[in-house]
């Protein structure tokens, strides 16, 4: 105790970073083998649509264009199969190890702050949050492989020619966007379980207080210092810029999908020197410009 409030708070910064840099490699782990994949199919189907427009002035013939939709289709199963799984499996222990993290982040700052270790050793569990969009994946990745699968059409081919083929591709990536959303919601969240779950376990008047990363956007800044109860929410609609705006009360980050905002432990009779943690915390962040 004692310290300036500009330690912690740097403190505290320093971890949405750490944070973001295990969202990253849990995005790159979930999705890496997806969109390799998807890009070597659509290496494959260019190179077929080439082969068979290479002979000819005209748009290939009806017999053509049904062998290269087959083709196709073949191309997009054999990319997505077993990618829900792999995804599913990489973005739990990616959540597993976000958990443990911040569990320990929050012990440590709350012990440093407040003098003194949690007295009993939390459960660490994800939270329904991270389990949610966890067992959504593989859902996920089919919906748009089939959606891809729908612009697949000789009509779509016929007049798209190249171009059709690279929509049908295009619209396959969206599954990638989808993992890598779903893992950066899974790693903030567990995170953000784990540190309520230190909080808990510090006793009943332990606080949750709202750490916005450095470059947060003008609705996740509005949550800076901020505090709340364990299991309590933060209400909804807070923001510093009315054109980002999320209605729905949440019980910690992420406010949006990429968000690494964290929560730490807080009591308001601790004094940490100077300015208030948390009022330093919203001021930091109301004179922060987004990167």
């Known amino acids: 105790m004692g310290t300036d409030s500009h330690t912690w708070a740097t403190h505290a910064h320093k971890q949405t970073a750490d944070l973001q840099a295990l ?88 012990t440093l702050i407040g003098g003194s270790p949690p007295p009993t050793s939390p459960v660490l569990e994800p939270g329904p949050q991270a389990q949610a969009v966890t067992e959504g994946v593989t859902k996920a990745i089919d919906n748009e492989h089939h959606a891809a699968l729908a612009l697949l059409t000789t009509a779509a081919i016929t007049a798209g020619g190249l171009a059709g083929v690279t929509a049908v591709f295009r619209r396959a990536r969206r599954a990638v966007a989808r993992v890598a959303n779903a893992a950066a919601v899974a790693v903030t969240s567990a995170a953000a379980a784990g540190a309520a779950a230190v909080a808990r376990a510090f006793g009943p008047h332990m606080l949750l207080l709202w750490v916005a990363e450095v470059d947060a956007c003008p609705a996740c800044r509005a949550y800076a210092g ?38 730490i432990p807080w009591r308001s009779d601790w004094q940490t020197g100077g300015t208030p943690l948390p009022l330093l915390l919203r001021q930091r962040a109301q004179t922060a410009r987004r990167i």
Do not use: N, Y
Not at 27 to 54: G, Y
Not at 229 to 243: A, S
Not at 248 to 253: E, L
């Open 23 to 110: 969202e990253q490699q849990a995005t790159h782990t979930a999705t890496a083998p997806l969109a390799a994949a998807i890009a070597a199919a659509q290496r494959a189907a260019t190179t077929q649509w080439l082969t068979i427009t290479s002979a000819v002035r005209t748009t290939p013939g009806a017999d053509a264009i049904r062998r290269l939709l087959q083709r196709i289709r073949e191309l997009l199963a054999g990319a997505f199969r077993g990618q829900g799984a792999h995804a599913q499996q990489a973005i739990q222990e990616a959540a597993l190890a976000a958990v443990q993290f911040g569990a320990a982040q929050a012990a440590r700052i709350g």
């Open 226 to 263: 901020r505090t709340t109860r364990p299991g309590k929410p933060f209400p909804g609609g807070l923001t510093l810029d009315p054109r980002t705006v999320f209605p729905s009360p949440i019980v910690g980050p992420p406010r949006h999908p990429h968000c690494r905002c964290v929560v």
